[in-house]
């Protein structure tokens, strides 16, 4: 089977991630504006091309002060690095269904090779006859490569923010005509 052209459906798609705060307690966040490009077989990905691109400023993890302080100087610069990207360069598969995408994550002006555990999830017709398909992604990526460093010192030891961010993804998207 030959490639296939998806859109993304935003409204039922999600990126989402998690880190270490404080050194015992997580912070869930999201970021609300994100495309993507997807060519693919979905029941086999291992041609896929697969591209993101997520609006930083666009960061929600339900504290308006925090989310501006992600989105200044001191972790996304989005003034300066309004976007990160993610394109797809070398896709394994892993297991019935499951697959290791490694592509280049573009991040504060950085390009690192980063590896996400895909998952195809199904496809199917919705009600409307439109032909759907969904995957799951996960992966971890450390934020101090990408030079998002900044931090504090915790009185008890330890740092406020972990380094480690672990990243998921939920995706749904529909054949192009």
Not at 52 to 69: G, K, P, Q
């Amino acid at each position: 089977m030959t490639n296939t052209k998806w859109a993304l459906d935003p409204a039922h798609s999600s990126v989402e991630f998690s880190v270490r705060h404080m050194m015992f307690a997580k912070v869930n966040g999201a970021f609300n504006s994100f495309t993507a490009s997807i060519e693919a077989n979905p029941t086999d990905l291992t041609t896929a091309t697969i591209e993101f691109n997520v609006d930083l400023s666009s960061v929600d993890t339900r504290n308006a002060d925090r989310d501006n302080h992600l989105r200044s100087g001191d972790f996304f610069d989005v003034e300066n690095h309004p976007s990160m990207t993610f394109a797809s360069t070398h896709i394994v598969r892993t297991g019935e269904g499951v697959y290791d995408v490694t592509g280049n994550l573009s991040i504060h002006g950085v390009t690192r090779p980063e590896t996400f555990v895909v998952t195809f999830e199904g496809q199917g017709k919705d009600p409307w006859g439109n032909e759907k398909v969904g995957f799951s992604a996960e992966g971890k990526i450390k934020r101090s490569e990408f030079g998002l460093t900044w931090n504090a010192a915790l009185e008890t030891g330890g740092v406020l923010v972990g380094d480690e961010i672990k990243v998921t993804l939920v995706i749904q998207a529909a054949k192009e005509a």
